[in-house]
T-cell receptor
Framework: DAKTTQPNSMESNEEEPVHLPCNHS???????IHWYRQLPSQGPEYVIH???SNVNNRMASLAIAEDRKSSTLILHRATLRDAAVYYC???????????FGQGTTLQVKP | DTGVSQDPRHKITKRGQNVTFRCDPI?????LYWYRQTLGQGPEFLTY????????KSRLLSDRFSAERPKGSFSTLEIQRTEQGDSAMYLC???????????FGNGTRLTVT
């Protein structure tokens, strides 16, 4: 069963920043926090991951709370192509297995 | 990196027929995963392989489902005696090692009539 909780949906305006929250209430000390997104009619796409420190890459930034019970995916300037379902996942490096929840459906308005 | 390839993209079959899907992972990726996704839901884990060894099979997976990965390269997922409830998107993913992010294919959409 999915261990993370996310809002079902969020809206954003194009070219504005978007902050997607996630609660990791049962995360273990060795689990990484992974974010994936899924565009319509495509398979999920890896976005970013981290363990304790904030992370940046070309797609997004990941802010992780000090207690690791919450994280936030930050899209700095949303585009229409960012409209997708975003999943946050507690990723066990032991099993390497992703357990998906319902995710957050992000709508981007022009 | 040519990405994870799945074949066919779409499959329509009649109830009771057997179907087989193929997944070609990214070259040199040791891990290979199968997921199933129905409309409006997140992908559901089915099974995964480390090279040719099948490490885990979901308890939710019926005995009608079987997966293989001969020689640790491509994988096949077979569904015997299909039922309408098997209609879904079947996704394959691969990763270089257990701690690595997964790379997904675009799936095979199965419709059972």
């Amino acid at each position: 069963d999915a261990k993370t909780t996310q809002p079902n949906s969020m809206e954003s305006n194009e070219e504005e920043p978007v902050h997607l929250p996630c609660n990791h209430s049962t995360i273990s000390g060795t689990d990484y926090i992974h974010w994936y997104r899924q565009l319509p009619s495509q398979g999920p796409e890896y976005v970013i991951h981290g363990l304790t420190s904030n992370v940046n890459n070309r797609m997004a930034s990941l802010a992780i709370a000090e207690d690791r019970k919450s994280s936030t995916l930050i899209l700095h300037r949303a585009t229409l192509r960012d409209a997708a379902v975003y999943y946050c996942i507690d990723f066990s490096s032991n099993t390497g297995k992703l357990i998906f929840g319902q995710g957050t459906t992000l709508q981007v308005k022009p | 990196d040519t990405g994870v390839s799945q074949d066919p993209r779409h499959k329509i079959t009649k109830r009771g027929q057997n179907v087989t899907f193929r997944c070609d992972p990214i070259s040199e990726h040791n891990r290979l995963y199968w997921y199933r996704q129905t409309l409006g839901q997140g992908p559901e884990f089915l099974t995964y392989f480390q090279n040719e060894a099948q490490l885990e099979k979901s308890r939710l997976l019926s005995d009608r489902f079987s997966a293989e990965r001969p020689k640790g390269s491509f994988s096949t997922l077979e569904i015997q005696r299909t039922e309408q409830g098997d209609s879904a998107m079947y996704l394959c993913a691969s990763s270089l090692m257990p701690a690595s992010p997964l790379h997904f294919g675009n799936g095979t959409r199965l419709t059972v009539t």
